[in-house]
């Protein structure tokens, strides 16, 4: 088999820069594609809000009556309300969303993971389709190291999100919500 060097050297420089594109191509983009890429979600989008403290797990454990645990691992104030597209009359109650913010400079484009544990029934919960009302942790936990108050100055956000199955390692949960055990809902 006979080659000429320079056909084969051009041949293996075009093949090392198209690789190097593909790699730039996806660099881009890692961010955002990691977690729908791995985790095989479909993402939809939504508008998110935050409520309570900065750091705070949002509420005492809203309408779905979890109470003081919201704080506490597995929850760790991963949090949120939903709107009533997601709350579902209570039906809502314990599902697992992972939420991407990308549309503000300080979001870190890594999805966060959060429990629905309130209903968010007015305000900007009613004014789309879906949104969350995050705990102060969760939005937060959205941002660049450092950047969580500028990410919580900014008001309402457009992010995108997904249902995900809930995982709480090291936990077995088990969850029984009774008919009146918040006496706000």
């Known amino acids: 088999m006979a080659f000429s060097l320079p056909h084969h050297s051009s041949l293996l420089v075009f093949v090392a820069l198209l690789a190097f594109l593909s790699l730039l191509g996806q660099c881009a983009c890692r961010k955002l594609l990691n977690s729908s890429a791995v985790a095989g979600a479909t ?10 403290t900065a750091n705070g797990a949002g509420s005492d454990g809203g309408a779905c009556g979890y109470g003081g645990a919201v704080a506490t691992a597995p929850f760790s104030s991963m949090i949120a309300a939903g709107s009533p597209s997601i709350y579902k009359s209570g039906k809502g109650c314990g599902a697992c969303y992972q939420v991407l913010c990308t549309t503000n400079d300080a979001c870190s484009g890594d999805p966060v993971t959060v429990v629905i544990t309130d209903e968010c029934p007015g305000g900007p919960c009613l004014a789309e389709p879906v ?19 500028q990410l919580r100055n900014a008001g309402v956000l457009q992010v995108q999100y997904s249902r995900v199955q809930c995982s709480y390692p090291g936990f077995d949960v088990t969850f029984k919500v009774d008919a009146g055990s918040n006496p706000n809902y």
């Open 43 to 52: 993402w939809s989008s939504a508008g998110a809000t935050w409520y309570g």
């Open 131 to 149: 949104h969350f009302d995050l705990s102060g942790t969760a939005f937060g936990a959205m941002a660049k190291p450092s950047q969580g108050d």
